[in-house]
């Protein structure tokens, strides 16, 4: 057994140690799924950076930059961190104060039972497709170190991760991130140094980027589709619940906004690496034809043993993070907002075990869909899109304004799923996101009016 697999090896069992340990002071869902609420600023800021700051970034943007150039690091770092400034502005400190558990909850306190029913079924299949997303890249990394298929460390992968979330639970996962944060940056400074002494210099390996690389836009792209590229991780990420519990999980509703401001400093500023080795990397002779796997290759051949040893784990425990709060993004909504409506007595300890079983089937139907075989940033660019519209456009004006009720949310959830269906999947149409937001707009407000205006009429 070589080194990196008895290092691999190590970093799991201090996972697994963690989550054990975490286990213990889950006595309900409250602390399963919101750390109970003990989350302060720095915790909170950094768990949510590690968060985001996973396969699709570390792994999958590195890879996409390095085949597309600069039109690959739209979404990395920049839209994924407005994303998170926006979110923190808007959204954190309004949905703290009310003291939710997830999401779909404000849906039901704004607009009644059936749009909260509604609003967790459209959020499910989002974060199952992200949770996908980081299983393809746990096993992507986990084949390049043991040698073993694909199809065999995916089946690990998934296995692990659904070990792992069904002990530790929220507070699990805060605690990998303050471990694995400072290794994983740490490690990504060291490469980078690495790489640009393979270049002999920030300047020469500047010069080596083919001139194609710098190109924003990529040939054909229309203005709507342009705009559409930054608008997907920038809105579509905005309503996620494995956002959104970070946020529910701070002491206060101040916490809650700092915290995601910290937060987003914190991707801009380092989601910068992906950047350089994606240009850089290729430019010096990385293959970016290894797709997912182009980042493992690269820090394998640029460090030393002991170094990527540490390395590879703390990039292990950081995609490991990301997906374990897909997946209690999944249970919360499903135990909170449709199991708690077919059993509205449940005590928090009885939703506790829901949340826990629902968990596993949340790992098998994201394991289900990472054997689709699609790419880590596919699935990301999927999740981020898929039904986010409705529930983006319900969230913000619901949140802020009085205006519309129970069928207006419905109607903006609908027609957001329609609209990117048809504009995806049917018509292959461009601007699929912005139409489908568009769409979800127009519905909310003209369903609000004729609501109103019936209102009206039966009062006189």
Same mark, same amino acid.
């Given at each position: 057994m070589s080194a990196?697999?008895?290092? &691999?090896?190590a970093y799991i069992i201090l996972q697994m140690g963690i989550a054990v340990w975490?286990? +213990?002071?889950?006595?309900?869902?409250?602390?399963?799924?919101?750390?109970? +609420? +003990?989350?302060?600023?720095?915790?909170?800021?950094?768990?949510?950076?590690?968060? *985001?700051?996973?396969?699709e970034t570390v792994m999958g943007a590195s890879a996409a930059i390095a085949d597309e150039g600069l039109a690959g690091a739209r979404a990395e770092p920049v839209g994924y961190a407005l994303c998170l400034v926006a979110s923190a502005l808007l959204v954190a400190g309004a949905m703290r104060s009310k003291g939710y558990m997830t999401l779909a909850d404000f849906f039901r306190e704004r607009f009644g039972k059936r749009a909260e029913v509604a609003a967790a079924l459209v959020a499910i299949p989002t974060s199952i497709i992200w949770a996908a997303a980081q299983l393809i890249a746990l096993s992507a990394l986990l084949s390049a170190v043991t040698d073993l298929p694909v199809t065999a460390t995916l089946l690990g992968a998934g296995a692990l991760v659904i070990a792992y979330t069904l002990l530790g639970g929220l507070l699990g996962d805060v605690i990998t991130d303050l471990v694995q944060t400072g290794v994983v940056l740490a490690g990504l400074l060291i490469m980078m140094v690495l790489l640009l002494q393979r270049t002999d210099g920030l300047a020469n390996g500047i010069a080596m980027i083919d001139p194609s690389q710098f190109v924003l836009v990529p040939p054909g792209e229309s203005w709507i589709e342009r705009i559409d590229a930054f608008a997907i991780p920038i809105l579509g990420s905005l309503v996620a619940q494995e956002m959104i519990a970070r946020f529910l999980g701070a002491r206060t509703a101040k916490t809650a906004v700092r915290g995601g401001l910290l937060a987003g400093g914190l991707y801009l500023l380092f989601g910068a690496f992906p950047l350089v080795f994606g240009l850089i990397g290729a430019g010096a002779g990385f293959d970016p034809a290894a797709g997912d796997l182009y980042l493992p290759l690269m820090a394998a051949e640029l460090m030393p043993s002991a170094l990527f040893v540490v390395f590879v784990g703390a990039l292990f425990s /950081?995609?490991?993070?990301?997906?374990?709060?897909?997946?209690?993004?999944?249970?919360? &909504?499903?135990? =909170?907002?449709l199991y708690g409506r077919l059993r509205p007595k449940a005590d928090s300890r009885e939703k506790l075990i829901a949340a826990r079983v629902l968990t596993a089937v949340a790992g098998l139907a994201a394991l289900t869909v990472a054997f689709s075989g699609d790419s880590i940033y596919g699935l990301v660019e999927l999740a981020s899109s898929l039904g986010s519209a409705g529930l983006f456009v319900s969230l913000l004006i619901?949140?802020?304004? +009085?205006?519309?009720? =129970? *069928?207006?949310? &419905?109607?903006?959830? /609908? /027609?957001?799923?329609?609209?990117? *269906?048809l504009a995806d999947f049917v018509f292959a149409i461009p601007g699929g996101f912005l139409l489908s937001i568009a769409a979800a707009a127009v519905a909310y407000v003209g369903v609000g009016f004729v609501t109103a205006t019936t209102a009206i009429a039966r009062a006189e």
């Open positions: 990196l697999t008895i290092g &691999l090896i975490a286990s +213990r002071k889950i006595s309900g869902d409250s602390d399963y799924l919101v750390a109970g +609420r +003990r989350l302060g600023v720095f915790t909170l800021g950094i768990s949510l950076f590690a968060t *985001w700051f996973g396969g /950081a995609v490991l993070s990301t997906v374990d709060s897909a997946l209690l993004a999944v249970s919360g &909504l499903a135990s =909170e907002n619901g949140l802020h304004f +009085r205006f519309g009720g =129970e *069928w207006s949310a &419905l109607a903006a959830l /609908a /027609a957001g799923l329609v609209t990117i *269906w």
